[in-house]
């Protein structure tokens, strides 16, 4: 019974890991749209047209006409970003999504080490 315990700890533990390389993103805020093209990074847009808001890899000045690109193309394509429309643009802060993804992973592993460490010495 106590083989079954530990195995069920382990995969538990796994699968915990397994989730936090799930990965999370964080924005900063507000940005204009002249400088979220610039930038060329990743932004999330909300719109008054729009409940969700758009998440776009970069965003793009056709000849005055600004065009969001999606990380993800099949989900929505390329979208017109009409000014007048857009009421937010954050801009991905990368260092503190990076921050975030890893120090559960970090506090998972040192768990992970304590138990295994407490255990072999039982």
């Known amino acids: 019974m106590k083989v079954i315990a530990k195995s069920f700890q382990k995969l538990a533990l796994f699968l915990a890991f397994l989730l936090m390389l799930q990965g ?3 924005y900063k805020g507000s940005i204009t749209l002249e400088e979220a093209v610039q930038l060329q990074k990743k932004v999330k ?3 008054s047209e729009n409940e969700k ?8 000045d056709r000849n005055g006409d600004y065009v969001g690109l999606p990380a993800r193309y099949k ?4 979208v017109e970003l009409q000014k007048d429309k857009i009421t ?3 801009e991905h802060d990368k260092t503190m999504s ?11 592993v ?5 138990l295994f460490t407490n255990e072999s010495e039982n």
């Open 45 to 47: 847009v909300t719109t």
């Open 24 to 26: 999370c993103t964080v």
């Open 75 to 78: 989900q929505y394509g390329e």
């Open 98 to 108: 990076t921050i975030i993804t890893f120090t559960p992973i970090a506090i998972i």
């Open 110 to 114: 040192a768990l992970g080490v304590v």
């Open 88 to 90: 937010e643009i954050k």
């Open 53 to 60: 808001p758009y998440e776009f890899a970069y965003i793009e």
